[in-house]
């Protein structure tokens, strides 16, 4: 067990509709990730949120927002979805941005999303 | 970010020594080396770090050699429960947030 809890675990939704994933981090972890991995894409970085305010953006789509909230749990919106979205949708969460332990994120156990 | 080029797959069997070499040639001066696991469905895992020389911990070494252009992660004595998919991420300190998972080794073994 990682200590990074993400809900729901899975969801089932149509094209166009619109959800929200959820993720607690570890406790005392300040940064967030959200990662994104499909059969052909693999494990995609999506964005980092640290202590509230977004630190850095990858390829994240523009239907797609986040935010981290003032008790350090974050949430990830998908909208207008597309049948391409379907994936394993994973938070992470570390320490700090980085530091000396910039490798050892925490992962949660991941949202399977399909989009019908 | 360096890019990393690592095997697709591998085969063992049980009882054996593991090595997987990770090729990075363009890593810069202030770049770690980290080596994730990720079992299917489930997220990846921490499993060792280095910057330079050689680094264990309970569940497997790491060598790296003094131009660091390359890494291989080294899991003794593997069992079926090591199955999985090993990612190899070259990247700064501080910057976690721009971790690179490339496609990864998927390494299966058998009895």
């Known amino acids: 067990d990682s200590g990074v809890t993400q809900t729901p675990k899975h969801l089932i939704t149509a094209t166009g509709q619109r959800v929200t994933l959820r993720c607690s981090p570890r406790?005392?972890?300040?940064?967030v990730y959200w990662y994104q991995q499909s059969l052909d894409q693999g494990l995609q970085f999506l964005i980092q949120y640290y202590n509230g305010e977004e630190r850095a953006k990858g390829n994240i789509l523009e239907r797609f927002s986040a935010q981290q909230f003032p008790d350090l749990h974050s949430e990830l919106n998908l909208s207008s979805l597309e049948l391409g979205d379907s994936a394993l949708y994973f938070c992470a969460s570390s320490v700090g941005t980085g530091g000396f332990y910039a490798g050892e994120l925490f992962f949660g156990e991941g949202s399977r999303l399909t989009v019908l | 970010l360096a890019k990393t080029t690592q095997p697709i797959s591998m085969d063992s069997y049980e009882g054996q020594e593991v090595n997987i070499t990770c090729s990075h040639n363009n890593i810069a001066t202030n770049d770690y080396i980290t080596w994730y696991q990720q079992f299917p469905s489930q997220g990846p895992r921490f499993i060792i770090q280095g910057y330079k020389t050689k680094v264990t911990n309970e569940v497997a070494s790491l060598f790296i050699p003094a131009d660091r252009k390359s890494s291989t992660l080294s899991l003794p004595r593997v069992s079926l429960s090591d199955t999985a998919v090993y990612y190899c991420l070259v990247g700064p300190a501080g910057g976690g947030n721009k971790l690179t998972f490339g496609t990864g080794t998927q390494l299966k073994v058998e009895l």
């Open positions: 406790s005392g972890d300040l940064s």
